[in-house]
């Protein structure tokens, strides 16, 4: 949309996402075919978070393009959730990411839900992400 000049869409300024690189994306597929045994879920740890609003700015950049915003769709959420509630007594922390196994761990390395909004970065930190990848346009 910012390539084609716009109108660039927001569903909803304040919604949050997991930002996940193509490297961080083919090092978690490695991993976990290397590490992973039957009904595990590995799920990478610290990711950053970015408002979609944010998102939207930093595309933009200077350009002089106009936005509007068309709502949350049926089915989404606000927020990313990677890792549930009642999933955090099945977890547990290995080498950078979140293994979620199949049964209840003695000391589950999580105590709350993993979601986009408890991680989100400065605008300024998003702008230095997508240059240092090769993402704006």
């Known amino acids: 949309q910012v390539r084609q000049g716009g ?3 927001i569903t ?3 919604m ?18 290397k590490y992973a045994k039957r009904g595990e879920v590995f799920v990478p740890r610290n990711l ?11 595309m933009i950049g200077d350009r002089q393009l106009d936005t509007r915003i068309v709502g949350v769709r049926p089915g989404e959420k606000m927020d990313e959730t990677l890792i549930a ?10 080498d950078g990411y979140y293994v979620v196994t199949p049964t209840r761990q003695a000391e589950p390395a999580l ?8 991680y989100v970065i400065s605008r300024e930190a998003l702008a230095a992400l997508f240059e240092r990848e090769g993402l704006l346009p």
């Open 111 to 118: 105590t709350a839900n993993y979601i986009s909004s408890d």
């Open 48 to 58: 950053p978070a970015a408002y979609v609003g944010d998102i939207a700015a930093v």
């Open 12 to 14: 909803h300024p304040k």
């Open 7 to 9: 109108p660039v869409t």
């Open 85 to 94: 509630l009642e999933e955090t007594f099945r977890t547990v922390a290995m």
């Open 16 to 33: 949050t996402r997991f930002l996940l690189t193509i490297d961080q994306a083919v090092d978690a597929i490695f991993t976990a075919l």
